[in-house]
């Protein structure tokens, strides 16, 4: 059984949707709308404190929207219970679980615990099926009965994924899934978020690597949206160069003929 | 961090858990035979078991024991067992769920201030009020201090929004200040000459033990107990941070605060019957990590069991190290258990 088979993206459509701390006020992030139609990829990008991982959180449920609404197959979240969300979206965060002796496999059993009922959560056959789909999906199987505490930081990251698939989410939220991973782990990811059926909203450092894996771009700065739509369009060298207080240039690379994004400090702060 | 590979995978689950269970009960009815027995007065563990299947149902066994022996194992030295059992089993319980909710692997029924409101009440007893509710009077006081405490440390966690984990435990360590303090005071306006009953309090005993108080305890350690092992996996998940146990459908300030209201159930009524017994609660789900592995479905039962086993011995040590006198439970758990924690930490440098 693979997990392809029974999962499916779902519409991701957000209204007007912004969001301040309860207390102090200023806004984190202001109003922004968007779609996302089922099994795109969606990537989050801009400078830090823009407001990526607020964003994030607002379609995880973490936080409670100050105005707008995110629905997810044409559902509000905040209308559901939050273990019917947890059905539905899965996300793979930064958090660095403390070493409580967990293994692997219990890690990844965690993902099942929103669809179990009934005292204290047995898995049923069906849970450990899919626990072993997502296992051997992210090629975990060797390491089963590993703590989470022995892994590399690659190893970890694709623990937690596994863990999101065995949620069998619709929508799945990644934050920095390539931070700190080696280039071969960070091309495994990608190659992932590729290939999985699901809609996938993810917000990364690179904007190389979001070019190269999003179908559409939402770039932020300061709270606010600056543009939505495919890469091309909304990472212009002129919205770059603005956004991010660098000189951005796109480049064609030879002899494999694609686009690349390239940086440098424009000209007054390199004789800073 | 790089993986090791030469790390031991612990025991394969199924089999290993059922050996670990029946190892684990056998060594309590063990523990439990060889408590009962030793003492002042000697008596067989055939003697022991006798005296027991002769309550169950009178006659069973031909009584070829004294009166006065039948009343040391039945009157004196079961019930002190049995609260050394469920004084242990419950802190264990309740060390290891806070544990998974603040994910400090530091915590303890006694960091949050509830042990401090359980002295508060306690002292109040011995040394201001009398024992104006009779026998009862210290535990019943000792147990509202507690729940008392707890209440401020959710009034001040809601006051300084202190829900995320590690400002509870703040917010608890100053509420156990605060509290303590108060305690001191009521410790400095009291008779001096009475003030060693508080000192004796405060280390831990159980030989106050009658059967008709076990019930309390037994209660409450049966319905909270049952109540945090059917949460098992939302303590898993607690493990693993609080944005993604969010996302695993778990609404994690208030289970966070349900826990530990729970918690404080268990350890005000602990306190009250056996006084401020430590680091049990923090050491047991240690080992018993170390033994079963971090899923808290095996963890919660096997702290139960090992923190039983290990008060029982605690007990045995406290009566028989300075016989005839008994020495403060408290005392012996303090120095095994901070023993034994440092040898956790070396072996953890280790690993």
Same mark, same amino acid.
């Given at each position: ?8 993206? *779902? /519409? &991701? ?41 607020? &964003?994030?959180?607002?379609?995880? %449920? ?30 793979? &965060? ?21 669809? %179990? ?98 179908? /559409? ?34 480049? %064609? ?20 | ?23 684990? !009960?056998? !060594? ?27 309550? &169950? ?50 915590? /303890? ?9 359980? *002295? ?26 507690? !729940? ?79 109540? !945090? ?84 011995? *605690? ?37």
């Amino acid at each position: 059984m693979s997990i392809g088979a029974n999962s499916s993206g *779902a /519409d &991701l459509s957000v209204r007007d949707l912004s969001w301040a701390p309860a207390r102090g006020g200023t806004p984190l992030l202001h109003p922004v709308s968007f779609e996302v139609q089922a099994g795109r990829v969606m990537g989050v990008v801009g400078p830090n404190g823009a407001g990526k991982t607020t &964003l994030l959180r607002l379609l995880y %449920r973490f936080h409670k929207p100050r105005t707008g609404s995110v629905l997810v197959g044409g559902e509000d979240i905040w209308h559901l219970s939050a273990r019917d969300v947890a059905c539905r979206v899965a996300a793979v &965060l930064q958090e660095h679980p403390s070493d409580f002796a967990l293994t692997v496999s219990e890690i990844v059993a965690l993902g099942r615990t929103p669809h %179990r009922r009934g005292f204290g959560g047995a898995a049923g056959s069906r849970d450990r099926d899919i626990i072993h789909a997502a296992l051997a999906r992210l090629e975990l199987h060797h390491l089963g009965d590993r703590h989470l505490g022995t892994l590399s930081g690659g190893e970890r990251q694709r623990v937690m994924v596994a863990r999101a698939l065995a949620q069998e989410p619709h929508l799945l939220i990644l934050d920095e899934p390539t931070n700190h991973l080696d280039i071969r782990h960070q091309l495994e990811v990608l190659e992932l978020i590729r290939t999985l059926p699901l809609t996938i909203v993810t917000s990364l450092h690179d904007l190389n690597l979001a070019a190269g894996v999003c179908d /559409d771009v939402l770039l932020l700065e300061s709270g606010s949206c600056i543009g939505f739509g495919p890469p091309r369009d909304v990472l212009s060298e002129a919205a770059l160069s603005g956004v991010f207080g660098v000189e951005a240039r796109r480049e %064609r690379l030879a002899p494999s003929n694609t686009d690349h994004l390239t940086f440098h400090l424009s000209h007054k702060e390199t004789h800073l | 961090m790089t993986a090791d590979v030469g790390t031991p995978v612990p025991m394969r689950r199924k089999g290993g858990t059922v050996a670990f269970v029946l190892c684990g !009960l056998t !060594l309590l009815l063990a523990s439990l035979s060889f408590a009962i027995s030793v003492g002042a007065v000697a008596v067989p563990a055939g003697t022991v078991w006798g005296v027991f299947l002769n309550r &169950l149902s009178p006659g069973f066994v031909e009584q070829t024991w004294s009166q006065g022996r039948e009343a040391i194992v039945w009157n004196i030295r079961f019930p002190r067992a049995l609260l050394a059992m469920m004084v242990g089993a419950g802190l264990a319980l309740v060390g290891a769920s806070l544990q998974a909710v603040t994910r400090n692997p530091l915590a /303890d029924p006694h960091l949050l201030g509830i042990s401090s409101g359980g *002295a508060f009440g306690a002292i109040l007893a011995l040394l201001h009020t009398g024992l104006f509710l009779g026998l009862l009077t210290v535990p019943l006081l000792a147990f509202a201090g507690a !729940l008392g405490a707890t209440a401020i440390v959710l009034a001040v966690s809601r006051f300084a929004d202190a829900t995320s984990a590690d400002r509870l435990v703040l917010a608890g360590v100053a509420v156990s200040f605060i509290v303590m303090a108060a305690a001191n005071v009521l410790i400095f306006l009291g008779d001096p000459r009475a003030t060693h009953t508080v000192v004796f309090w405060m280390l831990g005993g159980l030989g106050l033990a009658q059967w008709d108080q076990l019930i309390y305890p037994l209660v409450i350690l049966c319905i909270c107990g049952a109540w !945090l092992v059917s949460r098992s996996a939302a303590l898993n998940a607690m493990t693993v941070g609080d944005e993604t146990a969010s996302t695993l459908g778990i609404p994690v300030a208030r289970f966070r605060l349900v826990v530990f209201v729970v918690g404080a159930l268990i350890t005000g009524v602990m306190v009250a019957f056996s006084g401020i017994i430590g680091f049990v609660g923090l050491m047991v789900p240690h080992v018993v990590r170390m033994l079963v592995g971090g899923d808290y479905r095996r963890v919660l039962p096997g702290s139960a069991l090992v923190g039983a086993i290990l008060l029982l011995w *605690a007990d045995i040590a406290a009566r028989t190290v300075m016989a005839p006198e008994d020495m403060p439970i408290g005392i012996v758990t303090g120095l095994v258990g901070g023993v034994g924690f440092i040898w956790i930490l070396a072996r953890k440098r280790g690993a």
